[in-house]
């Protein structure tokens, strides 16, 4: 009986028996490397919520970065003090899209200066409308 016994140790191991020596046994492993994280989707509020945003994302064709604005919370303000570098920070990884963005807040930007400086017309006066004086 101890023949067989040693014969199957040495065919499973590939080491002959020897009474009295400490067995190492050598288990194949799987090397394990962790996998990239996806990000998880966060609850954020609907964009119905915030119609400033929305409507400036949708004037300029970009309402495609709405969730993920929504998803951190940004306003319009936020956005339009938005510089490029902080566009790459809140996750805007295409360059198309950073590049739109940042006309459509120039653009914004005009219009809003330009408004300010449009002449009023009041009864008989015209007026140029200054910041504050409305």
Do not use: W
């Amino acid at each position: 009986k101890y023949a067989s016994l040693a014969e199957v140790f040495e065919q499973v191991t590939t080491e002959v028996y020897k009474p009295g020596n400490e067995v190492f046994s050598h288990k194949p492993t799987a090397t394990v490397k962790p996998l990239p994280r996806k990000h998880k989707k966060t609850r954020h509020v609907p964009a119905q919520s915030n119609p400033e945003l929305h409507a400036f994302l949708e004037k300029y064709d970009l309402t495609v970065l709405e969730d993920l604005f929504c998803q951190q919370s940004i306003n319009l303000q936020d956005v339009l003090d938005m510089e490029k570098e902080e566009m790459k920070d809140i996750g805007i990884q295409i360059y198309r899209q950073r590049k739109l963005l940042s006309k459509a807040i120039q653009d914004h930007l005009a219009q809003g200066t330009e408004q300010l400086h449009q002449p009023t017309v009041r009864g008989d006066q015209t007026d140029v409308a200054a910041p504050g004086n409305s």
